[in-house]
């Protein structure tokens, strides 16, 4: 699968402490004023297991989850702890019988320290009756040495990584005495390393004994971490797989209830001429000395750990964050003033990386977002030609299937894969030459993820040059035609599709010296 | 038809986004009617839309700077300031009058712009920023005053606050006309969806090329000028420029832009709604008076209202959110 991690052996641990049963959930049906979010959803941990939890956006996991929580109860359905069958009416409800939410939103205080956000609400005191730092700190020692965090128990969490972040909320957990765990997309904002040391945790966890729900989008890791893969689909539990005897491909079939095959778009065609070049580029610490060309047709690949500064050397091309020097060429002439609006009307498009902050307005409707950069096209002279303006969000949101009950909803109603189908929509409605996407299938589910392959390779047929930054090695490494290597702001190798492995890819990444 | 559908489709819109204001409104009207002596009298509703006026100069700008998702409190000492520096204009300085209305407008856009300018590039928040303004506007105004009102017996000033346009007070004429164009640059300008596009995510609209530095510095410079504005008709009508006026007039602005249904969140707010937030305002003290409602606890009661409708707001966005 991939070099990292995994050393753990499945048929070990389903022999011999997966004896017990942690939790089974049971048809669980949960409705929401007009939405049937559960139907007949179910789980089943047992104690040392590492259950993998997939599932397309909008399938139910977080649902089920947050019933096991006790975010909010279920309507019906059965929940047996150890064997016990259980009633969770509310989040204290779910703590005290043994179960901890990792959420994907890290829920600490920057400006506490690890001991104090481990022991928030329940802190220690000294014999005066006033709160005893040293006595949480000693407190929290064990716990921290658990889940292998070696940071002195007095540092500010806000000084923390996000993965020790993350590290911190499991060792809060285990104070709590926690015996099953759910981990909400942990990897998602992870780099590799931290990843690796995430990966190292959860089967030390499992060693101990613990039951580990999984949530994630990502293949590779059920079938490294996992024991086994329980699927979702319409809040209906599809089965559950041992993740040592089955494929992606099963998987996805279950998942999206039909073989979608190889999910990577992509047909190659003989790239045109140079269309962006970058010379040179220095932008601070976040990129230094970047020089790389894209042609038109080609998918320009770019990939990098967490933090390598790929969106930040776009950024500071387009202009939106400041550049030291470098020299941006658009079709061989040099750009003498980067900033978004005049790169937009040179043909450049920057699609971001995150949807919620940088891509859209979620409380305005899909024709607002996707009209808000070409507002200059319909609206002159104090008259809005809402014709044209209809036509243009039509065409946009119809050539890449957004599903959506009308174009005035508000994006914030739309899943996660119609999201960024919009935000698609809103920077192709500028007509762009150079269309840089910054991580395009984030938090998508597979279904949704196919479909924007599908439309990044159009595009490229098309003739546009495309810049792909992605962190997730096959995406880059199945839709691109060359790949450039970022690590700690440098570009440190590129190849052609053809030389593509994935362990020299990583060894730049990783900014191995030769 | 399609005409039908043109003009029935806002209409709709607005009484389906707006109706429970235009409830409570009417409810107030109607107790008035009732309880007060003669509210429905032609000359008692001249009077109201009159307060209407100066309190609708500083909300249209307020509302902008709400859109935002910011604030603007200089307003009510900005005009007391405008007022001075009006009269003290053609009064002390020998000019025309026309030049007075001009630096009582022309001192509220720059202090706006200030304002702009320094909420943007320091990136301190808009109320600390508006906050000290209003401070140092106080003070301006009462030094260049020394402490007393600057009086004058400008026949034609005192007319452009009190002249009649037919039935119609002038101050009611201009903010027709204020509102009227507030509508166009938000509903029929590139700039308008700008400031909602600023408002709602600040960060998304940078991406997508809007140059926000413009818009913020816009916007306040707007609100400037239209307190500036209010100064000068506030004047006009006394016939003096008065340094201790306006004094909590940005309280009665802002009720009405959140009494229309303006989010602190930033990203929304009707021209609309501001029409409606400023009538309920001015129906509030016009009826308690005529009730004879000892006017303190006017301020009482629109504080109150204040966080009535802010937690109506806060409600809105929570079921929006548990929509999700």
Same mark, same amino acid.
């Given at each position: 699968?991939?070099?990292?991690?995994?050393?753990?052996?499945?048929?070990?641990?389903?022999?011999?402490?997966?004896?017990?049963?942690?939790?089974?959930?049971? #048809?669980?049906?949960?409705? *929401?004023?007009?939405?049937?979010?559960?139907?007949?959803?179910?789980?089943?941990?047992?104690?040392?297991?590492?259950?993998?939890?997939?599932?397309?956006?909008?399938?139910?996991?977080?649902?089920?989850?947050?019933?096991?929580?006790?975010?909010?109860?279920?309507?019906?359905? @059965?929940?047996?702890?150890?064997?016990?069958?259980?009633?969770?009416?509310?989040?204290?409800?779910?703590?005290?019988?043994?179960?901890?939410?990792?959420?994907?939103?890290?829920?600490?205080?920057?400006?506490?320290?690890?001991?104090?956000?481990?022991?928030?609400?329940?802190?220690?005191?000294?014999?005066?009756?006033?709160?005893?730092?040293?006595?949480?700190?000693?407190?929290?020692?064990? *716990?921290?040495?658990?889940?292998?965090? #070696?940071? @002195?128990?007095?540092?500010?969490?806000?000084?923390?990584?996000?993965?020790?972040?993350?590290?911190?909320?499991?060792?809060?957990?285990?104070?709590?005495?926690?015996?099953?765990?759910?981990?909400?997309?942990?990897?998602?904002?992870?780099?590799?390393?931290?990843?690796?040391?995430? *990966?190292?945790?959860?089967?030390?966890?499992?060693?101990?004994?613990? !039951?580990?729900?999984?949530?994630? #989008?990502?293949?590779?890791?059920?079938?490294?971490?996992?024991?086994?893969?329980?699927?979702?689909?319409? !809040?209906?539990?599809?089965?559950?797989?041992?993740?040592?005897?089955?494929?992606?491909?099963?998987?996805?079939?279950?998942?999206?209830?039909?073989?979608?095959?190889?999910?990577?778009?992509?047909?190659?065609?003989?790239?045109?001429?140079?269309?962006?070049?970058?010379?040179?580029?220095?932008?601070?610490?976040?990129?230094?000395?970047?020089?790389?060309?894209?042609?038109? !047709?080609?998918?320009?690949?770019?990939?990098?750990?967490?933090?390598?500064?790929?969106?930040?050397?776009?950024?500071?091309?387009?202009?939106?964050?400041?550049?030291?020097?470098?020299?941006?060429?658009?079709?061989?002439?040099?750009?003498?003033?980067?900033?978004?609006?005049?790169?937009?009307?040179?043909?450049?498009?920057?699609?971001?990386?995150?949807?919620?902050?940088?891509?859209?307005?979620?409380?305005?409707?899909?024709?607002?977002?996707?009209?808000?950069?070409?507002?200059?096209? *319909? /609206?002159? #002279?104090?008259?809005?030609?809402?014709?044209?303006?209809?036509? /243009?969000?039509?065409?946009?949101?119809?050539?890449?299937?957004?599903?959506?009950?009308?174009?005035?909803?508000?994006?914030?109603?739309?899943?996660?894969?119609?999201?960024?189908?919009?935000?698609?929509?809103?920077?192709?409605?500028?007509?762009?030459?150079?269309?840089?996407?910054?991580?395009?299938?984030?938090? /998508?589910?597979?279904?949704?993820?196919?479909?924007?392959?599908?439309?990044?390779?159009?595009?490229?047929?098309?003739?546009?040059?495309?810049?792909?930054?992605?962190?997730?090695?096959?995406?880059?490494?199945?839709?691109?035609?060359?790949?450039?290597?970022?690590?700690?702001?440098?570009?440190?190798?590129?190849?052609?599709?053809?030389?593509?492995?994935?362990?020299?890819?990583?060894?730049?990444?990783?900014?191995?010296?030769? | 038809?399609?005409?039908?559908?043109?003009?029935?489709? $806002?209409?709709?819109?607005?009484?389906?986004?707006?109706?429970?204001?235009?409830?409570?409104?009417?409810?107030?009207?109607?107790?008035?009617?009732?309880?007060?002596?003669?509210?429905?009298?032609?000359?008692?509703?001249?009077? &109201?839309?009159?307060?209407?006026?100066?309190?609708?100069?500083?909300?249209?700008?307020?509302?902008?700077?709400?859109?935002?998702?910011?604030?603007?409190?200089?307003?009510?000492?900005?005009?007391?300031?405008?007022?001075?520096?009006?009269?003290?204009?053609? =009064?002390?300085?020998?000019? $025309?009058?026309?030049?007075?209305?001009?630096?009582?407008? &022309?001192?509220?856009?720059?202090?706006?712009?200030?304002?702009?300018?320094?909420?943007?590039?320091? =990136?301190?928040? $808009?109320?600390?920023?508006? %906050?000290?303004?209003?401070?140092?506007?106080?003070?301006?105004?009462?030094?260049?005053?020394?402490?007393?009102?600057?009086?004058?017996?400008?026949?034609?000033?005192?007319?452009? +606050?009190?002249?009649?346009?037919? $039935?119609?007070?002038?101050?009611?004429?201009?903010?027709?006309?204020?509102?009227?164009?507030?509508?166009?640059?938000?509903?029929?300008?590139?700039?308008?969806?700008?400031?909602?596009?600023? +408002?709602?995510?600040?960060?998304?609209?940078?991406?997508?090329?809007?140059?926000?530095?413009?818009?913020?510095? %816009?916007?306040?410079?707007?609100?400037?000028?239209?307190?500036?504005?209010?100064?000068?008709?506030?004047?006009?009508?006394?016939?003096?420029?008065?340094?201790?006026?306006?004094? +909590?007039?940005?309280?009665?602005?802002?009720?009405?832009?959140?009494?229309?249904?303006?989010?602190?969140?930033?990203?929304?707010?009707?021209?609309?709604?501001?029409?409606?937030?400023?009538?309920?305002?001015?129906?509030?003290?016009?009826?308690?008076?005529?009730?004879?409602?000892?006017?303190?606890?006017?301020?009482? %009661?629109?504080?109150?209202?204040?966080?009535?409708?802010?937690?109506?707001?806060?409600?809105?966005?929570?079921?929006?959110?548990?929509?999700?």
């Amino acid at each position: 699968m991939s070099a990292i991690g995994s050393s753990h052996n499945t048929e070990c641990m389903w022999g011999e402490t997966m004896s017990k049963e942690l939790l089974r959930m049971e #048809h669980i049906v949960k409705t *929401f004023p007009g939405v049937k979010a559960l139907s007949d959803a179910a789980i089943t941990v047992h104690a040392g297991e590492v259950v993998g939890f997939m599932g397309e956006n909008g399938a139910g996991k977080s649902t089920l989850m947050n019933v096991l929580g006790g975010v909010f109860p279920a309507d019906s359905g @059965d929940i047996y702890i150890e064997g016990q069958k259980v009633e969770i009416h509310s989040i204290h409800d779910s703590q005290a019988l043994g179960v901890a939410f990792i959420h994907q939103e890290l829920a600490l205080e920057p400006y506490l320290t690890i001991a104090e956000n481990i022991f928030l609400g329940r802190e220690m005191k000294n014999s005066m009756g006033m709160i005893s730092k040293d006595k949480m700190a000693e407190a929290a020692k064990p *716990f921290l040495e658990r889940v292998g965090l #070696h940071v @002195d128990p007095n540092e500010f969490v806000g000084r923390l990584s996000l993965g020790q972040q993350q590290m911190v909320e499991i060792a809060k957990s285990f104070s709590l005495d926690a015996k099953i765990l759910i981990l909400d997309e942990p990897t998602s904002s992870l780099s590799e390393k931290e990843v690796n040391i995430l *990966f190292q945790t959860v089967n030390d966890l499992r060693k101990q004994g613990m !039951g580990i729900i999984f949530i994630t #989008h990502k293949m590779a890791e059920v079938f490294q971490l996992c024991d086994s893969v329980t699927i979702m689909r319409d !809040g209906e539990f599809m089965g559950s797989l041992k993740s040592g005897e089955c494929t992606e491909s099963q998987l996805i079939a279950l998942m999206v209830g039909r073989d979608l095959g190889n999910y990577y778009v992509r047909t190659f065609n003989e790239p045109g001429a140079v269309v962006l070049e970058a010379k040179h580029i220095h932008a601070g610490k976040r990129a230094v000395d970047c020089s790389f060309r894209v042609r038109s !047709g080609e998918i320009l690949g770019f990939y990098g750990l967490v933090g390598s500064g790929r969106s930040e050397l776009m950024k500071a091309i387009m202009g939106l964050d400041p550049m030291d020097s470098g020299k941006v060429y658009l079709d061989g002439e040099e750009v003498k003033k980067a900033n978004p609006m005049y790169m937009q009307e040179k043909g450049v498009a920057l699609v971001p990386e995150s949807r919620k902050t940088e891509g859209l307005l979620l409380n305005n409707t899909i024709a607002f977002n996707i009209t808000l950069p070409i507002l200059s096209r *319909f /609206i002159n #002279h104090l008259s809005v030609n809402t014709s044209m303006e209809d036509k /243009i969000v039509e065409d946009g949101a119809k050539a890449l299937h957004v599903k959506a009950a009308s174009n005035r909803v508000n994006c914030s109603t739309l899943s996660g894969g119609n999201q960024q189908k919009v935000l698609l929509a809103k920077w192709l409605a500028t007509n762009p030459k150079v269309l840089i996407l910054d991580e395009p299938t984030r938090g /998508i589910d597979v279904g949704a993820k196919a479909e924007i392959y599908t439309i990044i390779n159009d595009l490229a047929k098309s003739g546009l040059a495309v810049i792909l930054i992605s962190s997730e090695m096959p995406e880059v490494m199945n839709m691109s035609d060359r790949m450039m290597i970022m690590s700690e702001g440098r570009i440190t190798g590129e190849l052609k599709h053809e030389d593509y492995t994935q362990e020299l890819i990583l060894k730049y990444a990783m900014g191995v010296e030769e | 038809m399609m005409n039908n559908n043109r003009i029935m489709r $806002p209409v709709r819109e607005y009484f389906k986004q707006n109706w429970g204001i235009l409830l409570a409104l009417f409810g107030m009207c109607l107790v008035f009617t009732i309880f007060g002596n003669n509210f429905l009298t032609q000359t008692n509703i001249v009077n &109201l839309l009159r307060t209407c006026a100066t309190n609708c100069y500083l909300a249209i700008g307020v509302q902008l700077a709400i859109i935002l998702a910011g604030i603007d409190l200089t307003g009510g000492a900005l005009a007391a300031l405008s007022g001075v520096i009006c009269v003290m204009t053609f =009064e002390n300085a020998g000019l $025309p009058m026309w030049a007075g209305i001009v630096a009582g407008i &022309l001192i509220g856009l720059i202090v706006g712009f200030i304002n702009g300018a320094v909420v943007t590039y320091t =990136e301190i928040h $808009p109320f600390v920023v508006t %906050l000290a303004m209003q401070s140092i506007c106080r003070g301006t105004a009462y030094l260049l005053a020394n402490g007393s009102p600057v009086t004058t017996t400008n026949r034609s000033f005192s007319s452009f +606050g009190t002249g009649m346009l037919g $039935p119609i007070p002038l101050p009611v004429v201009y903010m027709t006309i204020f509102l009227i164009f507030d509508f166009f640059l938000l509903n029929k300008t590139r700039t308008g969806r700008h400031i909602y596009a600023v +408002g709602g995510n600040e960060t998304a609209a940078r991406f997508s090329g809007i140059n926000i530095n413009k818009i913020k510095i %816009l916007v306040w410079t707007i609100s400037g000028a239209m307190a500036g504005f209010c100064g000068v008709v506030l004047a006009a009508r006394m016939s003096s420029g008065q340094p201790a006026t306006g004094e +909590g007039y940005e309280t009665d602005a802002i009720a009405a832009a959140v009494l229309g249904g303006t989010s602190f969140f930033g990203g929304t707010g009707t021209v609309g709604g501001l029409i409606i937030g400023v009538l309920i305002i001015g129906v509030i003290s016009n009826g308690l008076n005529l009730m004879h409602v000892n006017s303190y606890w006017q301020f009482v %009661l629109k504080g109150i209202i204040i966080i009535v409708a802010v937690y109506a707001d806060r409600m809105k966005q929570k079921r929006q959110n548990a929509a999700k």
